[in-house]
Nanobody
């Protein structure tokens, strides 16, 4: 069992930056792939960035490429999402997830954080 606790998020103007954190309980964190997903009002949850347990070759959705960076610190059981050059269309609830299968499909991830709101004003 893995429990995920999220922090960060909030309100920022367009062009600004935010960093999201997601800390996992349990000693097996380093064996899980980690992902960030988001869900805007009226839309389905979508993948933002995913990373293997070894933190090699993270994958990003096209709309955030070059602006967002995912990283992890296995010693701290924490994964981060650094978001720069934020745009109003990035506004959503952001979720971290842990799983044993690396995939862009939200339904295939095993554990989810509670979500944190990110609002970007124009």
């Amino acid at each position: 069992q893995v429990q995920l606790v999220q922090s960060g998020g909030g309100l920022v103007q367009a062009g600004g930056s935010l960093r999201l954190s997601c800390t996992a309980s349990g000693r097996t964190f380093s064996t899980y792939h980690m992902g960030w997903f988001r869900q805007a009002p009226g839309k389905e949850r979508e993948f933002v960035a995913i990373m293997t347990w070894s933190a090699i070759n993270p994958v990003y959705t096209d709309s955030v490429l070059g602006r967002f960076t995912v990283s992890r610190d296995n010693a701290k059981n924490t994964v981060y999402l650094q978001m720069n050059s934020l745009k109003p269309e990035d506004t959503a609830v952001y979720y971290c997830a842990a799983g044993l299968i690396l995939t862009r499909l939200p339904s295939s991830w095993n554990y989810w954080g509670p979500g944190t709101q990110v609002t970007v004003s124009s």
